[in-house]
């Protein structure tokens, strides 16, 4: 309250001592005779120096405008506030204020002021505050003031880096700042810097100015721009010169599959790194030269970081080389190296070449290996190409032989970096299309991993021919997949994932009906998928020997043991047990035909008439006594000896036979057959009939006759035989008896014991 003591239309009111309090928003009235009058517009009593940290205010790119023209200022801190403001100093004060964004590539919040038109007429003098929304009238201390220097002209210079813009750390640069003659002084400004850089009076005329870093660290690094004061003013400032330090690590550029891309067809670039690069950019060089940056990606597999870039579609003039280089975020012109350059060649649609190794893809350490691209096709030139490799190998092709043209690309001692996926190409001139690309071939190097796995086989070591085989390659140490190989052979090796069991890892490789070509020496390694080309030390040997295999020998033959060579052998072995099966069945069915056809004979003999009628003058046939029995009757003897007589159908002939063969060796009489023809002979009122005589006592045996009898019937009587097979007869030790119709010879006799069916056949003598 003030009581003026004079006529006046003020009052003052005065804060003797400025404290934080007294930071608001006033308002003031008086009164007069006639009453109070209204509050006056609301005065903001702003105290700074509240917060003690203070924001920087600088030129996004120089503090140098051109007359008219605008410009943009950055306010920033790091520290985080609601509010930043603008203000134009005396005598023509002017206020802007913004919300601030936070940078993660800087890890400020800043924020961004056009502030224009500028003209020379006003002086722009200008400082940054920053303030919290919860006390508006509580501001941070000042910024460092920033005087904008305005041009009448419009002309700018020029601004370079030798010897480039890429300098690697601890390295010299020189900036090198183009002017006019009568240039008086040179201004070198450094993005997100308030104060000039650097300032250069030339000693002598000149059109230029130098500015040298003689060893090149982090804080050089950024964004530059320069200009010159003349008797005409101040310049504009030149075009931004962004001034990288690149570190040591250097990533890795290549091309997926190949650098030999199909003309028309996209391709694939990977930038590939060890180091936490938060993004890469790929440039590619020569003609117009261009840039792409992406964010990384970590590739948990690996251990790595990388990006990948799609190009294309691809033409012959793609030009390149290319390049890449990771970069931080927080830091984006603190660069990795630049990778080695990438060729990218165009390929069409030549036939491809063919790729082996000698002496074969599995190598031990030390060893020497050449591989060797081969084509029909008279390439003039090849080149071998190593996957997630920058380059090509170039080789000229040479004619072998009329047809053939191959080149020859020695790798030396084999070491740990020589595994891996090669491919080569063919080409008629190192300027002209390449061919398409050859079959992949790996080369797997041994010994690289400190693990020994173990080999085992089941059901055994030895197997025969035809059964099933299980070779298991087990590791108590983690492996994520497990390689067979087979002494000998060209390509046998066999992948399988392996499977965590029994606190082991594994993997089964079976073999179904298996032949001699799979008899050899096994043995087994394992590979992990961080290092698939790098093995593991190999298993102790393993023999698989396979017996009873038709056409062996002792000589081992080697085959191919790969999955389509098993598949082979199994097709061949099913089509031979196919035709076995189908010829024993032709042979059994011709055997039951042969069977049914003796059974129809058999059943026709059955029926023949029993009237058997001697031939006129042919004399009754006479049995032979065997000599001493120890049974009285004969046929209990022959049928202990189990003797049967032998019927068997023949062509109506007037004899009957009885054949016999006799056992050579002395004593024993072996198989004895008898061959009874049957046959059908009328003759009125006869039967043959059969009389057994008993031989007591061991006496001699009597003369046995058939005795006529006088058939009761005048129909034919079938007669059935029996077969006589099998029979071992002795020799009796006795004397030889005495008979009484005169001496007999002194061998065995034989006895065919014929047995009727027929209903009204003689009874057997049951004796």
Not at 15 to 35: E, F, K, M, V
Not at 65 to 88: E, P, T, W
Not at 379 to 407: D, I, R, V, W
Request: aromatic letters at 8%; proline letters at 7%.
């Amino acid at each position: 309250m003030q009581t003026l003591l004079e006529p006046g239309n003020k009052a003052k009111s005065s804060i003797p001592s400025l404290d934080w309090s007294h930071a608001g928003r006033y308002r003031c009235n008086y009164q007069t005779p006639a009453g109070w009058s209204e509050f006056s517009d609301p005065l903001e009593l702003v105290v700074t120096g509240y917060h003690y940290s203070k924001p920087s205010l600088s030129a996004q790119y120089s503090p140098a405008v051109a007359s008219g023209g605008n410009i943009v200022l950055q306010c920033v801190s790091g520290h985080q506030y609601d509010r930043f403001v603008l203000k134009k100093e005396e005598p023509q004060e002017l206020s802007w204020t913004l919300t601030p964004q936070y940078t993660y590539s800087t890890g400020q919040y800043q924020a961004l002021f056009s502030v224009g038109p500028v003209i020379p007429s006003q002086k722009w003098r200008l400082r940054c505050y920053s303030y919290n929304l919860r006390s508006p009238q509580l501001w941070s201390e000042p910024s460092d003031p920033l005087e904008l220097q305005v041009s009448e002209t419009h002309h700018k210079p020029t601004i370079r880096a030798e010897p480039s813009s890429v300098i690697a750390s601890g390295s010299h640069v020189t900036i090198w700042c183009q002017g006019i003659l009568n240039a008086q002084e040179y201004i070198l400004q450094k993005e997100g810097s308030s104060a000039p850089w650097d300032t250069q009076i030339p000693m002598e005329p000149g059109d230029k100015a130098k500015f040298s870093i003689s060893s090149m660290t982090e804080q050089y690094a950024g964004r530059y721009c320069c200009y010159y004061y003349s008797p005409a003013g101040w310049t504009q400032c030149s075009d931004a010169l962004e001034l990288v330090m690149t570190v040591h690590s250097k990533p890795q550029l290549s091309a997926l599959p190949s650098p030999v891309v199909t003309s028309g067809e996209n391709m694939t670039l990977q930038c590939v790194s060890r180091h936490g690069y938060g993004g890469f950019t790929l440039t590619r060089e020569g003609g117009q030269k261009t840039s792409t940056s992406q964010d990384s990606q970590y590739l948990a597999s690996t251990g790595q970081f990388q990006a990948l870039f799609t190009v294309g579609p691809v033409t012959p003039s793609i030009g390149g080389p290319f390049r890449c280089h990771g970069y931080y975020k927080r830091r984006p012109q603190v660069w990795s190296q630049l990778s080695d350059p990438l060729e990218i060649h165009v390929s069409g649609q030549a036939k491809e070449p063919s790729l082996l190794t000698q002496p074969g893809p599995i190598l031990a350490p030390g060893e020497n290996v050449t591989l060797q691209c081969s084509s029909d096709i008279s390439y003039n030139h090849f080149a071998l190409f190593k996957e997630k490799e920058t380059g090509l190998s170039y080789s000229p092709g040479q004619q072998l032989q009329a047809g053939l043209f191959q080149a020859s690309f020695p790798l030396g001692p084999v070491r740990v970096h020589t595994g891996g996926r090669y491919r080569c190409y063919g080409a008629h001139s190192l300027s002209s299309e390449w061919s398409a690309p050859s079959k992949a071939v790996d080369i797997l190097v041994t010994g690289q991993l400190p693990v020994t796995p173990s080999l085992s086989v089941k059901p055994g070591h030895t197997v025969s021919s035809g059964e099933n085989v299980t070779l298991l390659c087990q590791s108590w140490s983690q492996m994520d997949s497990f390689l067979l190989l087979k002494k000998g052979a060209v390509h046998p090796q066999l992948y399988q994932r392996s499977k965590f069991q029994d606190q082991q890892y594994k993997a089964e490789f079976s073999m179904s009906a298996v032949t001699s070509a799979l008899r050899g020496t096994y043995r087994c390694y394992g590979a992990r998928s961080s290092s698939p080309y790098q093995l593991s030390q190999p298993s102790a040997p393993v023999e698989l020997v396979v017996s009873g295999s038709s056409g062996g020998s002792s000589t081992q033959r080697t085959g191919p043991s790969s999955t389509a060579g098993l598949e082979t052998y199994q097709k061949i072995l099913i089509g031979v047990s196919v035709t076995f099966l189908l010829l024993l069945f032709l042979l059994i069915l011709f055997l039951l035909l042969l069977r049914h056809r003796c059974q129809g004979q058999q059943r026709k003999g059955a029926q023949t008439e029993a009237n058997l009628h001697l031939p006129t003058g042919t004399a009754e046939p006479v049995l032979r006594d065997r000599g001493p029995q120890k049974r009285s009757n004969p046929v209990a003897a022959i049928q202990e000896e189990d003797l049967y007589a032998a019927v068997k159908d023949t062509q109506p002939e007037d004899n009957m036979e009885l054949d016999s063969w006799s056992q050579t060796e002395e004593g024993t009489q072996g198989e004895t057959y008898a061959q009874v023809n049957s046959f059908r002979i009328q003759r009125a009122g006869a039967v043959m009939s059969r009389e057994f005589l008993d031989t007591k006592d061991g006496q001699s045996g009597e003369d046995r006759e058939m005795d006529r009898q006088p058939n009761t019937s005048e129909e034919p009587q079938d007669v059935t035989y029996a077969q006589l097979c099998n029979m071992t007869l002795r020799r009796g030790t006795a004397a030889p008896p005495s008979s009484k119709a005169g001496g007999l010879p002194e061998e065995p006799s034989v006895y065919a014991a014929l047995a009727s069916t027929h209903p009204h056949a003689v009874p057997r003598d049951t004796e």
